[in-house]
T-cell receptor
Framework: AQSVTQLDSQVPVFEEAPVELRCNYSSSVSVYLFWYVQYPNQGLQLLLKYLSGSTLVESINGFEAEFNKSQTSFHLRKPSVHISDTAEYFCAVRRGYSTLTFGKGTMLLVSP | DARVTQTPRHKVTEMGQEVTMRCQPILGHNTVFWYRQTMMQGLELLAYFRNRAPLDDSGMPKDRFSAEMPDATLATLKIQPSEPRDSAVYFC??????????????FGPGTRLTVT
């Protein structure tokens, strides 16, 4: 069965600093991995996804994640964060044909 | 722009009352998901539908919860009777199968339910 572990429940950083949000997964089948972002009082939005091909995937707002099969990881990174990146970030793995298993989430807190 | 809509956005009710939450998926999407989000459990899948047929509702307490899709533009989640432990944010999401399953789920803004 697929599962997702997000090792940090909260990550505080200063503005313009780099950040890495960690995600490890377990899956016995082909892996499709996702990062979603949830801003306060909103629903989840897809940030980026890995389906196949290049192991490095990027989002339009500067985030990137690398699929590492040997380490069963899909960590999310950004070289320089903004205040507006403050949100909760969820890693997910596709389970079965369509459903997702989500991690517990990591709250990214960016301060000036 | 196309988005998933949910009503109501907030609901406060007393224990024992019936609660109905509604979701309008994105036009053309054939798969609808219901999730519940709490601090303790995180995001849990309650049920999902494809082409209006329920495929999996194993995450849903059967005795009090029910989910239906009366037509392609409306999905409902009903709790009867409601209990304080049902207090949570309920999300609807929709997606489109592309031959090999849903690759992207689009979430609605959620219904924040408080049962007193």
């Amino acid at each position: 069965a697929q599962s997702v572990t997000q090792l940090d429940s909260q990550v505080p950083v200063f503005e313009e600093a780099p950040v890495e949000l960690r995600c490890n997964y377990s899956s016995s089948v082909s892996v499709y991995l996702f990062w979603y972002v949830q801003y306060p009082n909103q629903g989840l939005q897809l940030l980026l996804k890995y389906l196949s091909g290049s192991t490095l995937v990027e989002s339009i707002n500067g985030f990137e994640a690398e699929f590492n099969k040997s380490q069963t990881s899909f960590h999310l990174r950004k070289p320089s964060v903004h205040i507006s990146d403050t949100a909760e970030y969820f890693c997910a793995v596709r389970r079965g044909y369509s459903t997702l298993t989500f991690g517990k989430g990591t709250m990214l807190l960016v301060s000036p | 722009d196309a988005r998933v809509t949910q009503t109501p956005r907030h609901k406060v009710t007393e224990m024992g009352q019936e609660v109905t939450m509604r979701c309008q998926p994105i036009l053309g999407h054939n798969t609808v998901f219901w999730y519940r989000q709490t601090m303790m459990q995180g995001l849990e899948l309650l049920a999902y539908f494809r082409n209006r047929a329920p495929l999996d509702d194993s995450g849903m307490p059967k005795d009090r919860f029910s989910a239906e899709m009366p037509d392609a533009t409306l999905a409902t989640l009903k709790i009867q009777p409601s209990e304080p432990r049902d207090s949570a944010v309920y999300f609807c999401a929709s997606g489109s199968t592309l031959g090999r399953g849903v690759y992207e789920q689009y979430f609605g803004p959620g219904t924040r339910l408080t049962v007193t």
